[in-house]
């Protein structure tokens, strides 16, 4: 089991001056250098989460790509629970490389620097994606919350259509976030998967579970 350390959620010096730091590269390999001996979990643990997973993902055998991993404890504590064919990608190298170290006894994970924007993987390739902030981060915008900018709007699609691509027929994506359907789930609806929401709250703040499953192949016609 990789040790879990101190996450650095009140550590003042890591939060940015402008929201939308959160959207760039620079960020983050800043914030990961600050954070070397720690993890960090936006919204929602695995204990949170494991019996969502339980019902949408099944058998613990699928292929998983954690799409944006950062230094969270989710893959890691997956891992221990049975779910060992994981693919953690994040573009950055400082932070890829910490947990690539971390988790070293748990061989069935692998750790790759890759832009979920631009996933260096096959069609078909994943049975479910992960998803737990990154689109969040990706939307971090100085505009109208319900007229978001052009910019914005095509790195979420860009993000989106990856998953959609690299997803096998009946792959799911998840995506854990607190935002509110009237605003997220536009950014989801694609002709090639069904949509469907689910709300978490333990007696506090809402979160939201965006499942898109992917629709098997149409038949060919003759």
């Known amino acids: 089991m990789a040790a879990k ?25 800043q914030r990961y250098m600050q954070e070397d001996a720690s993890t960090f979990d936006w919204f929602k643990t695995y204990k949170d989460l ?18 944006g991993c ?9 891992y221990d629970d049975g779910y060992q064919n994981i693919i953690n990608v994040d573009y950055s190298d400082v932070v890829i490389e910490q947990m690539r170290q971390r988790t070293q006894q ?14 260096d993987l096959g069609d078909g390739s994943v049975d479910v994606a992960i998803d737990k902030g990154t689109l969040d981060a990706l939307m971090c915008d100085k505009g109208d919350v319900w007229e978001p900018s052009a910019e914005m709007c095509e790195n979420v699609a860009r993000e989106v259509n990856e998953v959609d691509r690299v997803l096998t027929a009946g792959g799911k994506f998840i995506w854990i976030t607190f935002g509110q359907p009237h605003f997220r789930r536009r950014h989801l609806e694609r002709p090639s998967w069904e949509l469907q929401i689910e709300r978490l709250n333990d ?6 579970v965006y499942i898109a499953t992917k629709k098997q192949a149409a038949p060919p016609t003759h």
């Open 203 to 208: 007696g506090g703040f809402d979160y939201f």
């Open 106 to 119: 748990q061989s069935g994970m692998t750790w790759e620097v890759m832009d979920v924007r631009a996933l």
């Open 70 to 78: 950062g230094n969270s404890t989710l893959s890691s504590d997956m």
């Open 50 to 67: 494991e019996p969502l997973f339980s019902k949408y993902i099944g058998s613990k055998d699928v292929r998983i790509l954690m799409l």
């Open 5 to 29: 350390s101190t996450t650095a959620s009140t550590d003042l010096s890591v939060l940015p001056e402008d929201n939308t730091a959160y959207g760039t590269k620079e960020y983050w390999q």
